[in-house]
């Protein structure tokens, strides 16, 4: 199959699809607490964030489909596609958690996905760095939103400590991910395409020593980190995501209404 | 004038003219063509072609735009109409006209502050004046509102709970 990785994806379509499950499946996790969040605010808040995610993954899936040239539509890529062939980072596709392991995951990747974004803007490929532009501005909401209460939980009372920092160890492994660069990846860096993530470490090192400082939250240190989910290799998580988002396109192939 | 004799011109008028006056769903007072929102209308042989671009990427209300943009140019008597996407030069709230941003004090949302791309993401507070009585004393109740694009303010001088369009 064409999906797995097999090498003769164009890299451009697996750049694209990578950008665009991981926007998907966090925007998804999101959603998942819609009727449940803490406070009205907050329930707003992360529909919103989901919303926004959700938003960003259609322009980047449908992008994704004109690129391969085969005819999927965004729906296509979205809900006909099996775990193997998502290109999303292990770090979007864990569980919920408590409120706080939802907050640290989210924290996690707007400080990575900000900056990412922002340097995505000046990308050769006019779509990506259109996409980039609105995406930067969504993100900047979400890391100061997410960073907000990373202090709060961080800096509150004995538990909301406790939970915040359990979230941020458990998560920790998921980091290095985003750093990789594979082949697919230096290609289009070097042609101005892609973003190099080595100029996003500082950065990223940065907001996230300045806001756990703030929180008087754990740096968790750096260990073996988990890798997999960009080249279709999943946490168990995935499936029972994609067998409740796809489950009507798989039952009823084709359904229109 | 039917639209068969009418000259290019005018045509093209009527249908820039039925395109702009289509109201955003979530903000009724406010056009599209206030918003930013309507990039182009081009009628080339009797099809009209409406150019417009979304605001937020997961904004619901760009759906309910582009069918109403379609019924607009329906309704001025065109047959052959499309509606079509572009997402670059990617929309800002500094496309807002001054209009706009006058009519969104008047119904009682704030209008953006200063220019997008110009604030700080992490722990950087704008001030936002209440679009009630004008005072400077406000605060941030909530920074996602009732859609993608507001904030939720509540100003400390006369009271009152306010939106705040943001900076986007």
Known sequence: MSETGNGSELPLFTYTLRLADNALVLGHRLSEWCGKAPILEEEMALANMGLDLIGQARALYTYAGEVEGEGRDEDALAYRRDAFAFRNLLLVEQPNGDFAFTMARQFLYAAFAHPFYRELVASRDATLAAIAAKAEKELAYHLRHAGEWLVRLGDGTEESHRRAQDALDELWMYTGEMFEVDQVERALIERGIAVDPARIGPEWDETVSHVLAEATLQRPRDGWMQTGGRNGRHSEYLGYILAEMQFLQRAYPDARW | ?168
């Not at chain 2, 081009?42 to 009209?48: K, L, T």
């Open chain 2, 1 to 168: 004038m039917p639209i068969a004799t009418a000259d290019r011109e005018e045509l093209q008028r009527r249908a820039w003219a039925a395109a702009a006056a289509v109201t955003d769903p979530e903000i009724p007072v406010l056009t599209i063509e206030d918003l930013g929102v309507l990039r182009a209308v081009r009628v080339e042989d009797g099809r009209v072609e409406a150019v417009i671009t979304p605001t937020y990427s997961g904004c619901p209300a760009m759906n309910a735009i582009a069918l109403e943009v379609e019924l607009a140019l329906r309704r001025a008597g065109f047959t052959d109409v499309a509606v079509t996407t572009v997402l670059q030069p990617a929309w800002s709230t500094d496309w807002l006209s001054e209009e706009g941003r006058r009519k969104l004090a008047a119904y009682g949302i704030a209008p953006p502050v200063g220019r997008a791309g110009g604030r700080r993401a992490l722990f950087g507070e704008t001030e936002v004046l209440c679009p009630r009585c004008g005072s400077s004393d406000t605060e941030r109740i909530a920074e996602f509102g009732s859609t993608a694009c507001k904030a939720l303010y509540r100003c400390r001088a006369c009271k009152e709970p306010f939106d705040y369009f943001k900076c986007h």
